[in-house]
């Protein structure tokens, strides 16, 4: 039921879902004009707020920028690949694929490619609700594989719902194997509270974030944008209205992991 919950609560605070919920309250409060007004401006201010591209960039650098890359990383006993970049092997898809967090599957298999550790270990199950039947450590496998990284190299973890999950079940691995030092690969976005999640299960991590949605050049570049630049940035579009709303995902997978002391 947690699992249930923590999935769909947020849903109602996300920007598009508190919008739509401020809508329906509009509509229903017809005769009640001052209130319908009040509910509209909510929510378009909420859509103009998080759909424009500096509130949506400085939401994502909070949270990408923690963990920037310092030049070449040092070796480590494992890769631990975290799941979220992957569609599975399903009809009509000839192979399973990577979804824009798939970069950090490429990542992974380089990091291996370089020597940086012997195996990687793939965390990822899946989630009956999300109509899911095929767990996540089978897509990084398949994908993996295709980069060249050899099965035997691949260690799976086919159970983990959630990030806690993860660590959780990464660490009886990390038991059972021996290791303790490891480079901790999954998006910059959701880097943050991976490293503090893995560090509570006693963890030494090596931060190897990918797939960095925000990035340097467009910080400082609003003096020469002229009226259409500005035009463009400030009207909400979904693929900010997304970014935004990912970052938030965080800030309360962050709060709610620490209220249940996973983190």
């Not at 401006?41 to 424009?52: E, K």
């Not at 824009?100 to 599957?105: K, Q």
């Not at 480079?183 to 999640?197: E, F, K, N, Q």
């Not at 940035?233 to 709610?256: A, C, F, H, Q, W």
Request: charged share 20%; aromatic share 10%; with cysteine.
């Amino acid at each position: 039921m947690f699992l249930f919950l923590s999935k769909l609560l947020p849903l109602f605070v996300y920007p598009v879902g508190l919008a739509s919920i401020l809508l329906v309250v509009a509509l229903l409060m017809y005769k009640h004009r001052r209130v319908q007004q009040v509910c509209i401006g909510l929510a378009l201010g909420l859509l103009l707020a998080f759909g424009n591209e500096w509130v949506a960039h400085r939401l994502v650098s909070s949270l990408e920028w923690r963990y920037l890359p310092q030049g070449e990383l040092p070796q480590a006993q494992a890769i631990v690949l975290l799941g979220g970049g992957t569609r599975p092997h399903l009809p009509p898809r000839p192979m399973s694929e990577m979804n824009e967090a798939g970069d950090r599957v490429g990542y992974a298999a380089k990091l291996y490619h370089e020597g940086k550790a012997p195996f990687i270990v793939v965390s990822g199950g899946f989630i009956e609700f999300f109509g899911s039947t095929v767990p996540e450590a089978d897509a990084m496998q398949e994908l993996l594989m295709a980069y060249g990284v050899p099965q035997e190299a691949i260690v799976r973890e086919d159970r983990s719902r959630n990030t806690h999950e993860n660590a959780l079940y990464v660490r009886e691995i990390a038991d059972a194997r021996s290791f303790n030092q490891i480079l901790l690969v999954t998006s910059g976005l959701h880097m943050p509270r991976s490293v503090a999640i893995f560090e509570h299960q006693g963890f030494e991590v090596l931060p190897a974030p990918a797939d960095f949605l925000a990035t340097w050049d467009v910080e400082g570049r609003t003096s020469d944008l002229g009226v259409d630049g500005w035009v463009l940035k400030i009207i909400p579009n979904s693929e900010r209205l997304d970014y935004s709303t990912r970052s938030l995902r965080e800030y309360i997978g962050m709060v709610v992991y620490r209220l249940r002391g996973w983190l």
